[in-house]
């Protein structure tokens, strides 16, 4: 059986991107994939593909552990809670740990580009502290960059964590 991949944000943009690419692209199986958003009703295209639909909202840490259990590799992107500072980390944080907690193998997220050079941004400043915070965690982890390259579905597993590829 292979890995089972979870997407986060899977009703927005990048997260129906991401899918499609899993399954056009890489002919992942629709049933090891799972798709989690706040609003699982949004995602009833893909269950129609087969794919698995969960229900993830970062602000319940417990329904996070639920939503992550049996999954081997997880894609983060990165919520939209900007409104009040420290909110989008203190979700970031959760994810991980929730991610942790279920026995998540492999933890990837959407950052933006040599955050430590844009600190003073806010959403820079967001993805640079949970880059420290994914650090401390005892699991492999990547930005998209290496993510493309590396090829997320198992068959492409041999590749060491946190490798760039060109």
């Known amino acids: 059986m292979s890995e089972i991949i979870l997407v986060t944000g ?12 899993l399954i056009e692209t890489y002919k992942v199986a629709p049933g090891n994939i799972v798709a989690a958003t706040r609003s699982p009703e949004k995602l009833s295209e893909l269950e129609k593909k087969g794919v698995v639909t969960r ?14 259990a049996g999954v081997a ?8 809670a900007l409104d009040t500072p420290g909110k989008r980390l203190a979700q970031h944080k959760g994810a991980v740990a929730a991610a942790v907690k279920a026995g998540v193998k492999h933890i990837a997220y959407t950052s933006m580009p ?3 050079d844009l600190a003073r941004h806010l959403r820079a400043r967001s993805s640079r502290q949970r880059k420290r915070h994914q650090g401390k965690r005892n699991r492999p982890y990547d930005h998209p960059r290496r993510l493309v390259s590396r090829q997320l579905p198992a ?12």
């Open 73 to 80: 590799r997880l894609l983060i992107i990165s919520t939209d």
């Open 114 to 116: 040599a955050p430590d």
């Open 55 to 68: 229900k993830a909202d970062f602000d319940d840490a417990a329904g996070l552990e639920q939503a992550f």
């Open 155 to 166: 068959r492409h597993a041999a590749q060491p964590a946190g490798r760039q590829v060109v």
């Open 10 to 21: 899977a009703a927005g943009q990048l997260g129906q991107r991401v899918i499609h690419h």
